[in-house]
């Protein structure tokens, strides 16, 4: 934990206000009283810091920095790469990103770098290398916050111009060798697309290449490769004169970037949420998708996360913006702190004046200071995060289930035409874990590449394309007792997006072969039964053949397809693998789920069923301490029972054999 204590605070942005040195003195004041003890620095901050080219004035932020100190404030302090000054972009207008229609970028907005650009590379290697000259070595300088939200300005995180075009090119050069294996592994005899010059490969573009699958998971590859050497060539220069850690904030379900690929190149994982609370009356989906971003970021690297950005009250960009309803606040912040964070940050501390993000929430709102409910809201969550850094000191969630979330994946997936094009990697995914998160079970999410040993369950839903290794991995995984199911549309393709031919990868393990897959319209429905009860069939489903070994569990209810399996499971060494065959509900994935984890002796820390809307996150110390994070996200008080004997980590009040828990309410529990 950095500092020995959770942090708690956000993005400052002081440069706006440097002609107004009452309003920094005030800051400062009501940091103190809202808890706040860490504010992350410099983020936006290029044309304050060098208003001129190689003219630096640091002096207002190490005033600011030293004055913090004072007052026992840390700072996350950030290089500046995320916006660039307009000097840069009227001298050196290559440093600028071309889109995809070959459109050089005007200056402005946020992520508009050209990531292989040297001159960009050389003028922010210079100015951080003088931030880590001045400021490396400070006392409350404890972390290096490598630009913002990388890629986050378009949807595809990609500059197009010839640099990036010839880069593109070696990286093909140095992956493939020769223009043979690149064709080969292109296919691209189809339409007579045979590359016959290194030169004719170019990014896909609307007015050229989009159909050529291979290509376009490729170029996605090198964009992330691409903007992981950027962030080497940042972290090379704050380490001139600093060995302080370093993190670059990740964001929510960003299809852009692989960030399992990133991972190796920072010391801490943090990340921005902004979950869309409120949308509807049942918080339900909104708390899942909250929870599994965090669970994603804690699981890159096994160990707590930061979360780096969120909104005290509301968000300004979206087509309605609610504020958080009483309890809301302190309740998604614990949330974040239950699966692995080690802080609660915002976007921001006070609102500018102007510009876009003048509405957008912060901790200090335009008028009234300290006397609104956010600032006490977020007051009252600071002396908590200050009253359990303690206990939180040295834990991190360790789950015995995981689920296989794979960026390569989803990109191929999406991007394949059929068998529909409206598949959602990511709805799947959060189907299958809402099973998960209503049991109260921790979840880690895990690529392709990762290690499966020391899990008990698991689930690898639309895994449709097999990396090389990973069939191999599973295989040892259930030979050697574990728990794993997959589903339609599995084990389709390889890592060049080529369909297997002959058998599926792991035709042994799941005792069963795939031979067609439908996606009906809603006019032709089907159903199947699993135990007691009959399920829908959704809009894929698959027709396989199950071996003798197999044990068909359920089958197919009408149709030309009647009696062919849909649910089977196949004993595989110690273990079992299952497969669902066609897209099922909620319903079906709670008691299918339900069913599994009891049957690999996985249950929540509190041991018993939870009401809808109720979870359980356990954080857990190498000394074998434990905390448990019991969270209602009803907005209504609700009961859990059977929950045997417990002592309120805060309070130290007892509870025997049921919880009370109010709406919104977050208790923090130890046996």
């Known amino acids: 934990m950095l500092g020995g204590q959770i942090l708690h605070g956000g993005d400052y942005n002081p440069d706006q206000w440097l002609d107004c040195p009452e309003v920094l003195e005030e800051d400062v004041r009501l940091m103190k009283e809202a808890n706040v003890n860490c504010v992350s620095l410099g983020i936006f901050a290029w044309a304050a810091l060098e208003p001129e080219e190689g003219r630096y004035e640091f002096d207002w932020l190490e005033k600011i920095i030293d004055r913090l100190g004072e007052e026992g404030i840390q700072v996350v302090l950030a290089t500046p790469s995320g916006a660039m000054p307009h000097w840069l972009t009227q001298k050196y207008p290559e440093t600028m990103q071309v889109q995809a229609d070959g459109k050089r970028n005007l200056p402005g907005k946020r992520h508009n770098f050209c990531y292989t650009s040297p001159v960009m590379r050389e003028k922010i290697y210079q100015i951080d290398s003088a931030l880590s000259e001045r400021f490396g070595r400070k006392e409350n300088v404890i972390l290096w916050h490598l630009s913002n939200e990388l890629g986050g300005n378009f949807a595809d995180s990609s500059c197009h111009c010839e640099l990036c075009q010839e880069a593109f090119r070696n990286w093909l050069k140095e992956k493939y060798g020769t223009l043979d294996n690149l064709n080969r592994a292109y296919w691209s005899t189809f339409w007579s697309h045979t ?42 220069a704050v380490r001139t004169h600093s060995d302080l850690p370093v993190t670059t904030n990740f964001m929510y379900f960003f299809k852009g970037l692989d960030y399992g690929k990133m991972r190796d190149d920072l010391d801490i994982i943090s990340w921005d949420n902004y979950p869309f609370w409120h949308k509807t009356k049942d918080e339900v989906p909104v708390a899942v998708r909250a929870a599994a971003n965090h669970n994603i970021m804690r699981s890159l690297k096994k160990q707590p996360f930061l979360l780096m950005e969120s909104t005290p009250s509301a968000v300004s960009w979206r087509e309605f913006n609610p504020i958080k309803r009483p309890g809301m606040h302190m309740l998604s912040s614990m949330q974040a702190i239950a699966h692995g964070s080690d802080s609660v940050q915002y976007f921001q501390w006070r609102k500018g004046r102007g510009a876009y993000e003048k509405f957008h929430g912060a901790v200090v709102d335009h008028k009234n200071g300290s006397n609104t409910r956010t600032f006490r809201q977020v007051t009252e969550l600071g002396e908590r995060l200050r009253n359990i850094s303690g206990l939180v000191d040295g834990t991190v ?215 809808y809307g109720v979870t359980v996150a356990e954080r857990m110390g190498s000394d074998g301490r434990s905390l448990v994070f019991v969270m209602n996200f009803r907005n209504e008080a609700v009961t859990v029972r059977g929950t045997g004997k417990w002592a309120d980590a805060e309070s130290e009040k007892t509870y025997d054999g049921s919880l009370m828990l109010g709406a919104f309410e977050c208790l923090v529990l130890r046996k």
């Open 397 to 611: 969630n360790r789950p015995k289930a995981a689920m296989i979330f794979d960026w390569e994946n989803w990109w191929a997936l999406e991007d394949a035409s059929g068998p529909r094009l409206d598949i959602s990697y990511i709805d799947c995914i959060l189907d299958h874990y809402q099973a998960f998160w209503e049991a109260g079970i921790d979840t880690d999410f895990l690529n392709m590449d990762d290690s499966l040993e020391g899990y008990a369950v698991v689930a690898a839903p639309l895994n449709y394309m097999y990396k090389p290794g990973y069939a191999e991995k599973v295989r040892r995984f259930v030979e050697g007792g574990g728990i794993y199911v997959t589903t339609y549309f599995s084990g389709i393709v390889d890592d060049t997006d080529l369909c297997f031919t002959g058998h599926h990868p792991l035709a042994d393990v799941l005792g069963l072969e795939q031979e067609e897959i439908d996606a009906p319209s809603g006019d032709f429905p089907n159903a199947f039964r699993y135990g007691e009860k009959e399920y829908p069939a959704g809009s894929l489903r698959e027709l396989i053949h199950a071996s003798e070994e197999t044990k068909v569990h359920s089958v197919y209810e009408e149709d030309y397809v009647k009696g062919e399996p849909v649910v089977t499971e196949h004993r595989y060494g110690k273990g079992a693998a299952w497969y669902i065959a066609a897209e099922p509900d909620m319903e079906f994935l709670r008691s299918f789920y339900g069913d599994r984890l009891k049957e690999a002796g996985v249950q929540n820390a509190l041991g018993t069923d939870l009401p």
């Open 195 to 236: 590359y016959t010059d290194w030169s004719q490969l170019h990014s896909p573009a609307p007015h050229g290449e989009t159909t050529m699958t291979a290509l376009t998971l490729d170029w996605k590859r090198f964009v992330t490769y691409q903007m992981s050497d950027f962030v080497r060539t940042e972290t090379a």
